[in-house]
């Protein structure tokens, strides 16, 4: 990593050849405690879970975003596909591609500079919190091996329940 200026880092894609640009701004609460948010630029973004609840309207968001110019869309469920097709009627620059199953994950990680993981299962009536983290965190090792494998540099979010066990 190069040091820029004030909490300004970035670093050498290894797929790209550009620059992704992770940058650290200052916030202040109401109880005047310094945070720190990261804002990160990059043109292949990856969106593991795709079809789900989250994952459509994160999914928009980026088709949106000025900085990404590749989103590639992933689930297990064909319904990505769908999600695909209704976000390339928005008119912006960003090339949309869909990706359902396993066999097609190599696919959508090749080249990712940005990967979030909205993957998992719902919590269904009778389900423990234990139980739901056990299934959803298969879910999110399988898919991180694969990041690990596909897409080594780049940087991952991991959005899945339950987040607080």
């Given at each position: 990593m190069m040091q820029?200026?004030?909490?300004?880092t970035t670093r050498a894609?290894?797929?790209?050849?550009?620059?992704?640009?992770v940058h650290a701004v200052a916030r202040t609460g109401a109880s005047?405690?310094?945070r720190t948010m990261a804002v990160v630029e990059?043109?292949?973004v990856a969106v593991l879970g795709a079809a789900g609840g989250?994952?459509?309207?994160l999914s928009l968001l980026l088709k949106m975003n000025k900085c990404v110019t590749e989103l590639a869309l992933f689930d297990v469920a064909p319904l990505v596909k769908g999600v695909a097709a209704d976000l390339s009627h928005c008119n912006t620059p960003v090339q949309v591609s869909a990706h359902v199953g396993d066999a097609e994950l190599e696919a959508c990680l090749k080249g990712c500079e940005?990967?979030?993981i909205p993957a998992g299962v719902p919590r269904k009536p009778g389900m423990t919190r234990d139980d739901l983290f056990n299934i959803n965190a298969g879910?999110?090792?399988?898919l991180v091996t694969a990041c690990a494998k596909h897409c080594p540099n780049a940087i991952?979010?991991?959005?899945?329940?339950?987040?607080?066990?």
């Amino acid at each position: 990593m190069m040091q820029l200026s004030a909490g300004q880092t970035t670093r050498a894609s290894a797929f790209t050849g550009q620059r992704v640009g992770v940058h650290a701004v200052a916030r202040t609460g109401a109880s005047k405690a310094r945070r720190t948010m990261a804002v990160v630029e990059a043109k292949r973004v990856a969106v593991l879970g795709a079809a789900g609840g989250i994952g459509q309207p994160l999914s928009l968001l980026l088709k949106m975003n000025k900085c990404v110019t590749e989103l590639a869309l992933f689930d297990v469920a064909p319904l990505v596909k769908g999600v695909a097709a209704d976000l390339s009627h928005c008119n912006t620059p960003v090339q949309v591609s869909a990706h359902v199953g396993d066999a097609e994950l190599e696919a959508c990680l090749k080249g990712c500079e940005l990967v979030v993981i909205p993957a998992g299962v719902p919590r269904k009536p009778g389900m423990t919190r234990d139980d739901l983290f056990n299934i959803n965190a298969g879910i999110v090792m399988n898919l991180v091996t694969a990041c690990a494998k596909h897409c080594p540099n780049a940087i991952l979010e991991i959005i899945s329940n339950p987040v607080n066990s």
